[in-house]
């Protein structure tokens, strides 16, 4: 079953927002999907963490800042691998294929440069945990290095938030 | 379909008699004065009919049928034996010709006999192509080739689309369809086929991206045997097939380029060889090809050939997405809901206001082929007489859905760059006396061609 469906998300606890979405889309279009999960530059996501090692790195332990560093990657490739397996199950239950692959950095280039690779992708799905972060993803950047329709997956904002 | 027809006897007069009499059937006439010549003809270009002497210098008839039958069966043979000589007549038929005729011969009996070989091809290839019509089936519909359509297009922008089809009806023009994935390209290419002149003659489809490009190209130009490992037998491509009709070649941008420039040559020559083949063959094909790509940034990627891009873009069809032509949703969810609902024999005969709504609002990503899933899958859910949204998949419901197409969007620098080369080019490159047709300075479309 050929991968017509990039479905891009950001690592991390809700890798699988908009996933449901996704499978329903590929099994309607007699699609497999491709993941492509991103972690933005900024790898620390908490504010409590970044604020410990800045303080460990000001105290000059640059040690301490490398562990903490190692134990948030650890901790998010952990929640990745559970998130995809569970998307993979998803996806076979029914019979979807999918495959995946983890990048970091930029997110509009991480796209261009995966789409260069799988060019039968005829659509980018955009989970809500990149479409809702602005900051994160150019869009304009990448409306001008893809051909490939974009499309925004979100959630409605919730009444009286 | 003209049969090509070979004369081979070394007498001058018969040559001459017969060309004369069977050209003026209308037949492609070549002609041999001995064996020898004639089996070089034949190797050299493709015939339908071999119409051989039994008496002739080199190798006769009998030695030439031979030959002939084992390298290309499927030339029928006529044999023309000596007065008298039944012996001769029962061999040549047991060597695989199709008739004889025996000196001297009435020349409206050998007619006769042409065709009915002619009809006999015809027939043949008919077959053919019904058999491989039928083992078809369209990705868009997934139902076979030969079931009947509709084509629901009430929308102004899709009226377009039926113009330009209506427009080409007596034209044989080459067409090149775009659009989305799931926007009904496959529908299109053909009713393009069946309004036209070749609606009685095959109408046969391939998708590029499925095969690799040795495939592809067996596929396409046909192989002889012993072509490649697994060719036991010689094979007629869809090419030779769709002679005369029409060849649909769905996502022809991924096409590999080497085939791309063979493609090309049998648009322009109108002629192939098969893979491993020497022999050109001759076909008359009207090419319909499509695509969901942006074909001019392959195209100035270098991974789609310009002048190819040129013979197939004869004719332009864009089929817009199903999000530019809302007005379109009401009547196609009813039309596959009628079609869905006969299959299953459920009495559904609408939908809820709620349930239209949520789908006249959705913007469908996966177009008309994703509107026919979703009804679809609603009828076999649905309860009721009327579609409800728990029919619905509830992720169009969960979620809000945006598509953007980035072919279809501009920043407004881009459009004035694209404003001022344009400007340039009229102004042969002169970039002051394209800033003065701007009313601009010449630093500020600098910096506009800049950007």
Redesign the interface.
């Given at each position: 079953m050929?991968e017509?469906i990039l479905f891009v998300t950001k690592g991390g606890e809700n890798t699988d927002e908009?996933f449901?979405?996704v499978?329903?889309?590929a099994?309607?279009?007699?699609s497999g999907i491709a993941v492509l999960v991103v972690y933005p530059r900024q790898m620390m996501t908490s504010f409590e963490d970044v604020m410990s090692a800045a303080a460990f790195a000001e105290a000059g332990d640059f040690q301490t800042v490398r562990t903490l560093m190692k134990e948030q990657e650890t901790e998010l490739k952990e929640t990745e691998e559970k998130k995809i397996k569970e998307m993979k199950v998803k996806a076979a239950e029914i019979s979807v294929g999918l495959i995946y692959k983890t990048v970091s950095g930029d997110v509009a280039s991480a796209i261009t440069d995966y789409l260069k690779e799988r060019?039968?992708i005829?659509?980018v799905?955009l989970s809500?945990n990149l479409s809702k972060e602005r900051k994160i993803l150019d869009?304009?950047k990448?409306?001008?290095n893809?051909?490939?329709?974009?499309?925004?997956?979100?959630?409605?904002e919730k009444a009286g938030a | 379909m003209k049969l090509r027809i070979l004369i081979a006897d070394d007498e001058e007069i018969t040559l001459k008699h017969l060309s004369y009499a069977l050209g003026k059937e209308g037949y492609d006439i070549a002609t041999a004065n001995n064996g020898i010549e004639a089996l070089k003809k034949i190797e050299g270009r493709e015939f339908d009919l071999l119409i051989a002497d039994i008496k002739m210098p080199g190798i006769d008839g009998i030695t030439l049928l031979t030959e002939v039958k084992e390298k290309y069966p499927d030339v029928n043979v006529i044999i023309i034996t000596g007065f008298g000589s039944i012996e001769s007549a029962v061999n040549a038929m047991s060597k695989g010709a199709t008739d004889y005729v025996t000196k001297p011969f009435n020349l409206d009996e050998l007619t006769l006999k042409v065709k009915k070989i002619e009809e006999k091809k015809r027939l043949e290839k008919e077959n053919v192509a019904l058999k491989v019509t039928l083992q078809q089936s369209f990705?868009s519909s997934?139902k076979n080739a030969v079931a009947g359509f509709s084509f629901i297009a009430k929308s102004k922008v899709m009226r377009r689309v039926t113009d330009i089809i209506t427009g080409i009806q007596n034209s044989d023009c080459n067409v090149l369809i775009t659009g989305?994935?799931?926007t009904g390209k496959g529908l299109v290419a053909k009713i393009i086929h069946y309004t036209s002149g070749r609606k009685e003659l095959p109408f046969l489809a391939v998708n590029c991206?499925?095969f690799t490009e040795e495939l592809l190209a067996s596929e396409l130009f046909g192989h002889e045997k012993g072509a490649f490992t697994g060719a036991v037998s010689a094979k007629q491509g869809l090419l030779e097939i769709a002679d005369n009709g029409t060849l649909f070649l769905d996502e022809i941008a991924?096409m590999s380029p080497a085939l791309q420039a063979k493609l090309l040559k049998v648009i322009e020559d109108r002629e192939f060889i098969r893979v491993g083949g020497t022999r050109s063959i001759k076909v008359d094909v009207r090419f319909i090809a499509a695509t969901?790509?942006?074909l001019n940034?392959i195209i100035s990627g270098g991974r789609f050939r310009e002048d190819l891009y040129y013979r197939l873009n004869v004719m332009d069809i864009f089929i817009p997405?199903l999000r530019e032509r809302k007005e379109d949703i009401t009547p196609l969810s009813r039309h596959f809901l009628e079609k869905h609902s006969k299959k299953t024999n459920k009495k559904i005969t609408g939908f809820s206001e709620e349930a239209m709504d949520i789908l006249t609002s959705y913007?469908f990503?996966?177009n008309v082929?994703?509107l026919e899933?979703?009804i679809e899958r609603a009828v076999i859910l649905e309860k009721t007489s009327l579609i409800t949204p728990e029919s619905l998949?509830?992720?169009?419901r969960?979620?809000?859905?945006?598509?953007?197409?980035?072919?279809r969007?501009k920043?407004i620098d881009e459009l004035n760059k694209d404003y001022a080369e344009k400007i340039l080019e009229y102004a042969e490159n002169n970039k002051s006396k394209a800033a003065d047709l701007l009313g601009i300075s010449r630093t500020s479309l600098w910096r506009i061609l800049k950007k």
């Open positions: 050929k017509k908009g449901s979405y499978l329903e889309l099994k309607a279009l007699n060019t039968g005829e659509m799905l809500p869009i304009r990448l409306l001008k893809i051909s490939k329709p974009i499309v925004n997956i979100t959630l409605p | 990705p997934g989305e994935s799931g991206a499925i991924e969901n790509q942006n940034s997405p913007g990503p996966g082929r994703e899933n979703i998949p509830q992720s169009i969960l979620f809000q859905i945006e598509t953007i197409d980035p072919n969007i920043t």
